[in-house]
C-alpha cells in the first residue's frame, strides 16, 4: 500500500472548516483513500473515502486532486468534538491490512 | 447503527497468565481484524482473519498471539504467556469487505501486564 505524508499538528478555530491535506504521491490505480479520527485512546473512527471522485457525507468532504497524489479532508464547521488525530491511509483493493500512520493532531480552539 | 463491541474494557493480568480479549463483529462482516497501540505511539496492525482462517498479519503476531472465531458472534484474541510490552490497547475491527470497505473499530480493551 502506498505511503501518506500528513503534517504533524494543525490548528483550527472553533466554526470554521478545518483543512486537513494528506500527500500520497505513490498512489496506484486500485488503492482507496480513506480518513479516520481517534479521539483521544478510542477506537479509530471511520471518516470518509474516496477512489477518485470528491465525496461528502454528514461528517466530512473528501477532495482528491485529478492526479490522485493528493487529498483533503474537509471538516465544514470544526467544532471542540473535533479535536483528535486523523489518519489519512491508502488501502488497496484486495489489502487485509490498513496501515496506520503518525497522523495529523488537529486542535480545535474556541 | 450497528457497531462493534469488546470485552471487558480494561484486564489487568500478571506476566505469564494468559488472556482472551473479546470482540463481537458487525453482524454482516465478514472480514475481522486486532490492532494494538501501546500509550502515546501508533495504531499497530496484528492480524486479520477471514473464511475462518488468518488471511494475513504482521511480525507482532508471533506464536503467543492466537486468534478464533469460536462461534457466528465472536471474535477472540488469545496470549498464551503475556509480557510486560503487551501492555496496550487492544482494538478489534470489521469490515463487509475488502478495499472499498471501511473498517469499524471497537473501543478497545486496555490491557495492563503487571
Known amino acids: 500500500d502506498a505511503k501518506t505524508t500528513q503534517p504533524t499538528s494543525m490548528d483550527c478555530a472553533e466554526g470554521r472548516a478545518a483543512n486537513l491535506p494528506c500527500n500520497h504521491s505513490t498512489i496506484s490505480g486500485n488503492e482507496y483513500v480513506y480518513w479516520y479520527r481517534q479521539i483521544h485512546s478510542q477506537g479509530p473512527q471511520y471518516i470518509i473515502h474516496g477512489l477518485k471522485n470528491n465525496e461528502t457525507n454528514e461528517m466530512a468532504s473528501l477532495i482528491i486532486t485529478e492526479d490522485r497524489k493528493s487529498s483533503t479532508l474537509i471538516l465544514p464547521h470544526a467544532t471542540l468534538r473535533d479535536t483528535a488525530v486523523y489518519y489519512c491511509?491508502?488501502?488497496?483493493?484486495?489489502?487485509?491490512?490498513?496501515?496506520f500512520g503518525a497522523g495529523t493532531r488537529l486542535f480545535v480552539k474556541a | 447503527e450497528p457497531e462493534v463491541t469488546q470485552t471487558p474494557s480494561h484486564q489487568v493480568t500478571q506476566m505469564g497468565q494468559e488472556v482472551i480479549l473479546r470482540c463481537v463483529p458487525i453482524s454482516n462482516h465478514l472480514y475481522f481484524y486486532w490492532y494494538r497501540q501501546i500509550l502515546g505511539q501508533k495504531v499497530e496492525f496484528l492480524v486479520s482473519?477471514?473464511?475462518?482462517?488468518?488471511?494475513?498479519k504482521s511480525e507482532i503476531f508471533d506464536d503467543q498471539f492466537s486468534v478464533e472465531r469460536p462461534d457466528g458472534s465472536n471474535f477472540t484474541l488469545k496470549i498464551r504467556s503475556t509480557k510486560l510490552e503487551d501492555s496496550a490497547m487492544y482494538f478489534c475491527?470489521?469490515?463487509?469487505?475488502?478495499?472499498?470497505?471501511?473498517?469499524?473499530f471497537g473501543n478497545g480493551t486496555r490491557l495492563t501486564v503487571t
Open positions: 475491527a470489521s469490515s463487509e469487505r475488502l478495499g472499498n470497505s471501511p473498517l469499524h
Open positions: 482473519f477471514y473464511n475462518n482462517e488468518i488471511s494475513e
Open positions: 491511509i491508502v488501502r488497496s483493493t484486495g489489502g487485509f491490512k490498513t496501515i
